[in-house]
T-cell receptor, first 111, second 113 residues
Framework: GENVEQHPSTLSVQEGDSAVIKCTYS??????FPWYKQELGKRPQLIID?????GEKKDQRIAVTLNKTAKHFSLHITETQPEDSAVYFC??????????FGAGTTVTVRA | EAGVAQSPRYKIIEKRQSVAFWCNPI?????LYWYQQILGQGPKLLIQ????????DSQLPKDRFSAERLKGVDSTLKIQPAKLEDSAVYLC???????????FGQGTRLTVV
């Protein structure tokens, strides 16, 4: 089955700086890569996703890049703000089949 | 649109007891997932349904866990008997299928004592 590894497990950044989280996946057939944000005690919510036919996608301060050859994808958050503090999960799936999650990255934005 | 509904929100049981969780997905969503999220870890897929059929249950501990999705809408997840290590948040999610985005419910926090 799909194995998703996520690094780092914790990330502390100064407000205004950038944050980068990296994930690798094992199954080359995976073609859908979403990122979820989970605030303490709340449900995971989708913040951005990318499909395998696209190399990069951006939405305001967040962007995701995908390298299919190397089987890794990354989340980039620019100009971080205190409300960006949360746990971020990457995931991978094959056309909605078996959405597998990474272990999560706890991001803390220092004011 | 209404979100994914789960109940109960919290449950405390003693080990070896039974427990059941209920999920009502977003209307029209064919795909339904049950995930187990242990504190400090990412969600782990237990079972995936497509309509009322099981797509994947390879990580479901079938000796104690069972799930069903009768009529392809609501789903229940049961644990019988529960163990201490089953303490976790059980998340239900649904997706339309084509879009890929999975919408999560609030989860049920299970504590086994």
């Amino acid at each position: 089955g799909e194995n998703v590894e996520q690094h780092p497990s914790t990330l502390s950044v100064q407000e205004g700086d950038s944050a980068v989280i990296k994930c690798t996946y094992s199954d080359s057939a995976s073609n859908y890569f979403p990122w979820y944000k989970q605030e303490l005690g709340k449900r995971p919510q989708l913040i951005i996703d990318i499909r395998s036919n696209v190399g990069e996608k951006k939405d305001q301060r967040i962007a995701v890049t995908l390298n299919k050859t190397a089987k890794h994808f990354s989340l980039h958050i620019t100009e971080t703000q205190p409300e960006d503090s949360a746990v971020y999960f990457c995931a991978a799936s094959m056309s909605d089949y078996k959405l597998s999650f990474g272990a999560g990255t706890t991001v803390t934005v220092r004011a | 649109e209404a979100g994914v509904a789960q109940s109960p929100r919290y449950k405390i049981i003693e080990k070896r007891q039974s427990v059941a969780f209920w999920c009502n997905p977003i209307s029209g969503h064919a795909t339904l997932y049950w995930y187990q999220q242990i504190l400090g870890q990412g969600p782990k897929l237990l079972i995936q349904f497509q309509n009322n059929g099981v797509v994947d249950d390879s990580q479901l501990p079938k000796d104690r866990f069972s799930a069903e999705r009768l009529k392809g809408v609501d789903s229940t997840l049961k644990i019988q008997p529960a163990k201490l290590e089953d303490s976790a948040v059980y998340l239900c999610a649904s997706s339309f299928g084509v879009s890929g985005e999975a919408f999560f419910g609030q989860g049920t926090r299970l504590t086994v004592v």
